[in-house]
């Protein structure tokens, strides 16, 4: 006996239902082809308004009464439904007993659990919510319109329970903390509104500086693709193909498998190319310390100061932990991980309990600012899409600030630098990837090929705007204080404190001598003291001095002299306000007046550091002369007279930015891949320049004197409470924030947002508060010091930052995809602070005078140049000119530079309303927020096919033939004008000619005329590729052409080959109620022989099940199936032999003469009865549309073979 066509059948599953318990198992009841609602029911208007998703079970089933094998058994669909509101698609859970909610399980698994959020949920969330709040650092990414996350209460606990989420809207605001000990903290609070309501209350945590949460309560997460089901359906095919051709375009790779309503969300202000922390070496050598704090599982220890990667190690006795990409290592084993911008350090479970043990930790400090990030891209297109990709990346990137985006089959996809130039994703299927971070190159490995007309996004943070001032000496610790009078006569001031210490300005020059030295600023009362050891807190100083109440007069716009040896000196002539200019007191005098920088030209094309025009400082010394704060002598001063000359002009070095172009990706002008060049600010460099004083142009002088009138004397205690240091001398440079540790008296001092700790605990992290330090000129104020130690400070960190970042490029992707046409608005601010602004057209085109770009409204990749086509002769001398960006018509590109913190862009995101998943009957959350699935993959199988019709002529006679115009038929049959097949007796057809035959005699009872040949040619092949577009590389050659208009790609539900048998037979001293496929406990002491007389089964009898004959004596039994449950009674003289009530076949016949002897009450005998059939689910998806007919059908093909060679 053979396999026939007919024999190959589609049954139903017990219940065609959209019930929980819909499916189960296989029934007697065949779907006939042609029948109305065989397979589903009716759709409802209801259905059309709101969208529905129908699952039905049903089984391919080979219904011989042998055991031929039903070979490479698939199935396809073969055509669609002709509504395109209607999407029909297949799944295979491979189960023959599932129900719907298990396979509705198994469909809503497209996302899984990612990796932690770095944010924790704020305070508790209550069921029934619509959004939910967290918190997070402020340089963390926000989640993106459209994205899933997932909330694990109780994560790794018992209840542990979940509830995927999508994200509607995101706003965030940020928000000051107080902690008792703690200084006040920043941090972004997120609020997500969601497209479902919360199932369950969710445990939140409260904001802490130190971002570390122990037993957290809800763990929030990011999700990955876990995409655990596979899909099947079919499309059109979008291009003709001719014979031979090894590609073939279908019109899309996708199904819809949820409806989805679209709706617009704006997105607004946002920042381009976003914030980004980059770790910045800030140490001038290994800091160590030792501490007894213990290190153990769920423990921390927290450093003060950021650590640069790979430096740190902690040494306990012969035990090394040392960090290795973010991960804490001891001989090995990971036993935690490490924050490197915040210093902390988490163990695991992992780690080995040391206990009070003595360590010393040793690491080299460094700290982690936030910055625009730096931007590249690589254009992907047909000829350049692979796997491995290279690209330098200039300026270079920092360790640990490395992102690459890439898009495959509609997903982004993120690899990020671990601290050590080493890339991965969330999955390391998403690929790998290595940069040097001294060189900026970077080699990449995709986990998936990237689809076409998409880009690979570099982005990453760069150290180039940042400087080291680890090495440079600060100031020692000084007191200082303001007297209660100005106009301190000089000579006059004496202090005395302690036991007989003394110190005074005998000499009138402005500086104290003694015991101690110091300066007194006559005109202003300001004395400061240099101390060699650090004073006793509180320490009283008692200072005699003489005053009398000062004269300032205001002189603008003075003149200047012409006299040989004061050229350009200005003249000032005390005008004699409030009691005389003559006899002026020496040393009292001091000048202030203003000038003006002489500063590069601002420009568009470079950024100029903006400095302020000084205000300079010139002081009597008592003995005629003007000095500056460097003690150069600049003018003279006649007291007897009353007058002052000086000269005004001078230098002092500025930084100005140093820039070239360097290539940050390519792009593609046709068929040819191009470099994209970037004017790029490479670093910084001092420049010696000018300043004058602004004659007539608002230049004024002030003078501030006393003359010899009567003078006053005075007492005054002074009590030391604060010292200063100046941590940035000569520098005007702002400070890092967190990068400031320096040692003083034996105590650390670290800066957190503007204030000032002593000796952080390496457990807790807090450390004593003791001061405060002023970010923009260094100077830090201590209010607790260690007293009798020296009083000289020394750096172990410190880095500063010189002015904002310059881009004339930035590529970015907007928070969600796809994105309304239109609607992209950018703006940016130049160098000059010129504001300029573009939108984009309906094709996506930016094409303004100062900008260049498009954005992928689909995909939400937008790339900007700032700059203009100039005509390059002229421009030769240029710092952006080069000869090779000349184009053909004398062009070339101009850039400008905009300043990175003011690209702000606009727009309007596509995203879908949420859908109640009782309704619809599947829960949208963890499938794409569209709605749409791949249904081809790489390695899929895909089935191109093309079926038409032709008519014979009214009147046909027996042995009529009719060529059907096509060769090599896959298959063909003939139907009436109805539609209704003719019996295969009443024609034949010649496969490899194409010609069908009708038979003779010929009876045409029931059939009406016209009859049509119904006729397919096909290919099937592997697909070795995908893009996103729908072009298909395929691993065989086709062997016709296809014409679009008639042609479907459909992907194949492989089910592999097909005939019954039974397996794994084995005997069981006695039943234990576990159904298992290997022996539990010992064997019987009986056996049945199969070898001889082997259980007989038949394709159409058996039944997929686990079943056990377990012995109620030595002799009787009974059946048990584990999912048919008890279903006969026997005994070991006579055949066992259960009919099948789909079809009244046996399932399976057990020969008595196996048996032999032995059996007792208990044992059992297992085997399992493997059906020739197989499970699939179809799924018809209704989208929210209007009935484009009122029938409508679609086609499944169950496909295999008979005896083929």
């Known amino acids: 006996m053979t396999i026939h066509s007919g024999d190959i059948k589609l049954m139903a599953s017990q219940r065609l239902t959209d019930t929980t318990d819909g499916g189960g198992r296989i029934t007697g009841q065949e779907i006939v082809s042609g029948e109305h609602n065989g397979l589903f029911q009716d759709i409802s208007d209801l259905d059309r308004t709101y969208g529905v998703v129908s699952m039905r079970k049903a089984f391919l089933a080979v219904q011989t009464d042998d055991t031929d094998t039903y070979r490479g058994a698939h199935i396809i669909v073969q055509v669609p439904p002709a509504d395109p509101n209607v999407g029909l698609c297949l799944i295979n859970t491979r189960d023959h007993h599932d129900t719907r909610a298990n396979a509705r399980d198994v469909l809503e698994r497209y996302l899984a659990r990612g990796p932690k959020w770095r944010g924790f949920l704020y305070d508790t969330q209550l069921e029934g919510q619509r959004a939910i709040r967290f918190f997070q650092r402020v340089e963390v990414r926000l989640p993106e319109v459209g994205e899933t996350l997932v909330l694990v209460g109780n994560e790794g606990k018992a209840g542990e329970f979940e509830q995927y989420v999508r994200v509607l809207e995101v706003t965030q605001q940020l928000a000051k903390f107080q902690v008792p000990g703690v200084p006040e903290f920043t941090r972004n609070v997120v609020t997500c509104k969601l497209a479902d309501p919360l199932r369950y ?39 003709a193909v001719n014979l031979g051709a090894m590609q073939v375009r279908a019109k899309t790779i996708f199904t819809q498998i949820v409806p989805s309503a679209r709706t617009e969300t704006p997105a607004v202000d946002l920042t381009a190319a976003g914030e980004m922390a980059s770790l910045v070496d800030s140490g001038k050598g290994l800091v160590s310390f030792s501490t007894v704090v213990s290190i153990a599982p769920s423990r921390g220890l927290f450093l003060g100061t950021g650590v640069k990667p790979g430096t740190l190690t902690i040494t306990i006795g ?17 036993v935690g991980a490490i924050d490197y911008g915040r210093g902390q350090l988490e163990f695991n479970a992992q780690c080995p309990n040391y206990g009070a043990a003595s360590k010393t930790i040793s690491f080299w400090p460094a700290s982690r600012p936030s910055r625009i ?63 040097n971070l001294a060189t900026g190159s970077v080699m990449l490995t995709l986990g998936a090929l990237p689809d076409v007309d998409t880009a690979i996004l570099f982005s990453w943070a760069t150290p180039v705007n940042y400087t080291n001032r680890s090495n440079q000496p600060i100031s020692i610790s000084k007191s200082a204080w303001q007297l209660p009078h100005t106009g301190i006569t000089p000579k006059s001031v004496i202090l005395t404190w302690g036991s007989g210490q003394t110190a005074n300005d ?110 300079i400082t010139l002081l009597d010394d008592g003995q005629g002369n003007l000095k500056d704060a460097s003690g150069n002598t600049l003018g003279a001063i006649n007291y007897a007279a009353g007058t002052l000359h000086f000269m005004p002009d001078g230098s002092a070095p500025l930084p100005k930015p140093t820039y070239a172009w360097v290539t940050v990706g390519t792009k593609w002008v046709g068929n040819n891949q191009v470099a994209v060049q970037r004017w790029t600010m490479t670093g910084i460099e001092y420049h010696n320049t000018a300043y004058t004083f602004p004659d007539g142009e608002g230049g004024w002088v002030e003078v501030t004197y006393r003359n010899n009138n009567s003078a006053l004397a005075q007492n005054a205690t002074l009590t030391a409470q604060a010292l200063r240091i100046d941590v940035t001398p000569g520098f005007a440079e702002a400070i890092l924030e967190g990068s400031l540790r320096f040692t003083l008296g034996g105590e650390v001092y670290v800066d957190r947002q503007g204030l000032l700790y002593r000796n952080p605990d390496p457990e807790t992290g807090s450390g004593i508060q003791a001061g405060t330090i002023d970010y923009s000129n260094g100077l830090a104020v201590l209010s607790d010091w260690a007293a009798g130690q020296t009083a000289q400070p020394s750096l172990q960190s410190l880095a500063t930052s010189f002015s904002a970042q310059s881009v004339d490029e930035v590529t970015f992707r907007t928070p969600g995809a796809p994105v309304a046409p239109g609607s992209l608005y950018i703006s940016a601010n130049t160098a000059s602070g010129r504001r300029i602004e573009a939108t984009a057209d309906g094709d996506g085109y930016f ?93 899929t199988t895909v089935v191109v096919h093309s079926t038409r019709k032709s008519a014979f002529p009214l009147g046909v006679s027996a042995g009529q033939q009719l060529s059907t115009g096509r060769t090599r038929l896959a298959h063909a049959h003939v139907e009436d004008k109805n539609g209704k097949a003719l019996a295969t007796t009443l024609y034949s057809v010649n496969l490899d000619s194409g010609v069908v035959t009708l038979g003779t005699p010929l009876d045409l009872t029931g059939y009406v005329e016209p009859l049509y040949a119904v006729h397919r040619i096909e290919d099937m092949s592997l697909v070795s590729d995908v893009e996103i577009s729908g072009r298909l590389l395929l691993t065989k050659a086709l062997s016709h052409a296809y014409d679009p208009a008639d042609t479907y790609v459909s992907s194949a539900l492989i089910i592999g080959d097909l005939w019954a048998r039974y397996t794994n037979l084995f005997d069981q001293k006695a039943w234990t109620n576990v159904w298992s496929d290997f022996l539990i406990g010992d064997q019987s002491t009986a056996q049945y022989n199969d070898t001889v007389y082997p259980l007989l089964v038949t394709n159409r009898g058996a039944l997929q099940e686990r079943w056990a004959v377990i012995f109620t004596s030595s002799t009787n039994f009974v059946l048990v199936g584990e999912h048919v449950g008890q279903i006969a009674v026997g005994d070991v003289n006579t055949d066992l032999a259960p009919i099948n009530p789909n079809n009244g076949q046996p399932y399976f016949r057990l020969d008595a003469r196996g048996w032999g002897a032995g059996w007792a009450s208990g044992n059992v005998l297992r085997f399992t009865t493997e059906a020739a059939g197989a499970p699939f689910w179809p799924i018809r998806t209704v989208l929210q549309s209007v009935a484009s007919q009122d029938t409508d059908k679609f086609e499944l093909a169950l496909r295999g073979n008979i005896n083929t060679p």
């Open 506 to 615: 005998a000499v009138g020059d402005g500086r104290l001598r003694g015991d101690i030295t110091g300066t007194i600023n006559y005109a202003e009362g300001v004395i400061i003291l240099d101390h060699i050891t650090l004073p006793a807190l509180g320490q009283e100083y008692l200072a005699q001095y003489q005053y009398g109440e000062p004269v300032t007069e205001r002189h603008v716009e003075p003149g200047r002299l012409s006299t040989p040896g004061q050229v350009g000196h200005l003249s000032i002539t005390l005008d004699g306000a409030g009691g005389g200019a003559t006899n002026l007191t020496p040393g009292s005098v001091h000048v202030k007046f203003n000038a003006l920088y002489h500063k590069f030209d601002v420009d568009d094309q470079e950024l100029v550091i903006q400095t302020r025009d000084p205000v």
């Open 201 to 239: 209350t969710f445990e939140g945590e409260q904001p802490t500086p130190y971002d570390v949460v122990t037993n957290v309560k809800t763990a929030l997460r990011e999700t990955v693709v876990a995409d655990a089901a596979n899909y099947f359906a079919t499309t059109k095919l979008a291009e």
């Open 373 to 435: 990030a730096d931007t590249a891209r690589i254009d992907i297109k047909a000829n350049n899409r692979g796997y491995a990709y290279t690209i330098t990346l200039l300026p270079t990137p920092a360790p640990g600030t490395l992102t690459v985006s890439f898009m495959a089959q509609g997903k982004w996809y993120d690899l990020k630098d671990n601290g050590r130039g080493e890339l991965f994703g969330a999955d390391r299927s998403f690929g790998t990837g290595i940069v």
């Open 847 to 939: 094409t303004t005078t100062d900008m260049d770009g498009r954005v992928n409204y689909q995909t939400g990749v937008v790339t900007v140049r700032f700059g203009r086509f100039v005509t390059a002769a002229g421009n030769e001398s240029q710092p952006w000119y080069d000869v090779d960006q000349v184009g053909l018509d004398g062009k070339i590109w101009r850039p400008i530079s905009v300043v990175a913190d003011t690209i702000l862009f606009n727009c309007v995101v596509f995203s879908y309303l949420p859908l109640d998943a009782d309704i619809i009957g599947l829960d949208p959350v963890r499938l794409p927020s569209d709605g749409r699935v791949p249904f081809i993959r790489k390695g």
């Open 318 to 334: 012969a035990a090394v932990i040392i960090d290795k990409g973010g991960e804490l290592v001891v001989a090995g084993s990971v």
